[in-house]
């Protein structure tokens, strides 16, 4: 005989018949409404990966990994040795070093912005704004040169483009007959990057570092830039540097300094996790309606088991495996249909926006103007390990009603 007999009554249970064919629709449903939550959650899961990697890559892409400054306003002391040490740390695949400062900005229009001084030749191993220039050319920032990089944005408000001049106002302070007056330089626009994140397309000029120290007043760089192999390395990195350079230097993370940003969208996710799985829970609602008529409607087949000495609790099992089967074929279904969605997602949204001629995200008003999607294999495993266990908590309840059932008032009216 089938061995053990809580599996295979409870597979035999599962196959439809004539006089119980509702309770195999209603456990149809439950399959149908288990599959569509689980591929709902795998698929909103996978676009807020997809946003969040996007995110971090364009920010990553003007910011660098790991940042080692200077006192404020200050050039770094030991700055070659420093570089040299940063630079042979572990982990560490580039280093450049910056001047920073803010500087108000004028042409046809005016605004603020950072203007970051940089090495040309050495700003590609901590940056990918070389690969994102939309005009004009990186290697025109020489010193001496005086040229100015702008973002797109800040050069659309500044109302300039390549060859146009901008004159620089910096916090920097100078004595003429007429007292103490702010540093004014000509800038000579070489190029426009955009790398579709606001704040720096909006807010960020690159020069040479040597003119930016000049304009600072300061010699050499006020800090130091690094690039890892690894982003999410460089809080160890940022724990070796700063035992090894001590007070004299302070090191940032690229954490640090979007900590608010990435904090957000990890809790929407949290957020969204929990209403989906809410979602779960209500479709496995279904699953506990199902084996409760389908306990109502055993009953005799039950009782009959019980006098042939079957026990509680392998009546228990019995009804166990009828409701972890419907669980797992809703979840195995919702995981492939999930997963396949979730991979073909940014061709789906595109083949509707050609079809219906709409946009989802229009590129005049979003940064990014494609539907990103990452399907990640730890959501995956979570979402069906949440499943399986409301699946498996949703059986327990009408399997203990099957099993309390007594043979002599279940047959008075056999």
């Known amino acids: 005989m089938f061995r053990p007999l809580e599996l295979f009554i409870g597979l035999r249970y599962s196959r439809a018949k004539r006089r119980n064919q509702f309770i195999s629709f209603i456990s149809t449903v439950s399959i149908v409404c288990i599959a569509i939550s689980v591929t709902a959650l795998i698929a909103v899961m996978s676009v807020m990966n997809g946003f969040d990697d996007q995110l971090r890559s364009r920010i990553l892409g003007a910011v660098s990994h790991v940042t080692v400054s200077g006192m404020p306003g ?16 572990p982990h560490v695949e ?6 920073e400062l803010q500087a108000w900005l004028q042409a046809r229009g005016s605004g603020a912005a950072i203007v970051r001084g940089i090495e040309p030749a050495q700003e590609a191993k901590v940056s990918d704004i070389d690969k994102h220039l939309v005009q004009g050319s990186f290697d025109s920032l020489t010193p001496g040169s005086w040229n100015i990089v702008l973002g797109r944005e800040l050069a659309m408000s500044l109302g300039v483009t390549v060859g146009d001049k901008v004159v620089a106002v910096t916090p920097q302070v100078r004595s003429s007959p007429m007292g103490s007056m702010p540093l004014l330089k000509s800038f000579h626009v070489s190029g426009v990057f955009e790398m579709g994140m606001q704040e720096y397309d909006s807010g960020l000029a690159l020069v040479n570092l040597s003119d930016a120290e000049k304009l600072v007043g300061i010699t050499g760089p006020s800090g130091i830039r690094l690039r890892l192999d690894n982003m999410d390395n460089a809080s160890l990195v940022k724990q070796r540097l700063s035992s090894a350079f001590g007070p004299l230097y302070t090191v940032q993370t690229w954490m640090d300094t979007n900590t608010n940003l990435f904090t957000a969208i990890a809790m929407e996710k949290k957020v969204m996790f929990i209403i989906l799985s809410l979602i779960i829970l209500v479709a496995v609602i279904n699953l506990v309606s199902m084996l409760m008529m389908l306990v109502t409607d055993k009953q005799a087949e039950i009782a009959i088991l019980r006098t042939l000495g079957a026990t509680p609790r392998s009546i228990m099992g019995m009804f166990m495996v009828q409701g972890v089967l419907v669980g797992v074929v809703g979840t195995a279904f919702g995981v492939s249909l999930g997963s396949l969605l979730a ?3 940014p061709g789906i949204v595109k083949w509707i926006e050609r079809i219906f001629h709409v946009t989802f995200l229009s590129p005049d008003v979003y940064y990014i103007s494609e539907v990103p999607s990452k399907l990640d294999g730890y959501d995956v495993l979570w979402v069906t390990l949440v499943t399986f266990a409301f699946s ?9 009603r099957a099993s309390r059932t007594q043979p002599a008032q279940a047959l008075r009216y056999e």
């Open 343 to 345: 991979w073909q997602l």
């Open 392 to 400: 498996l908590l949703a059986t327990l309840y009408p399997a203990w």
């Open 74 to 89: 200050e050039g770094m002391q030991n700055a070659q040795q420093a570089l040299q040490a940063a630079s042979g740390s």
């Open 94 to 99: 580039g280093a450049a070093p910056y001047v």
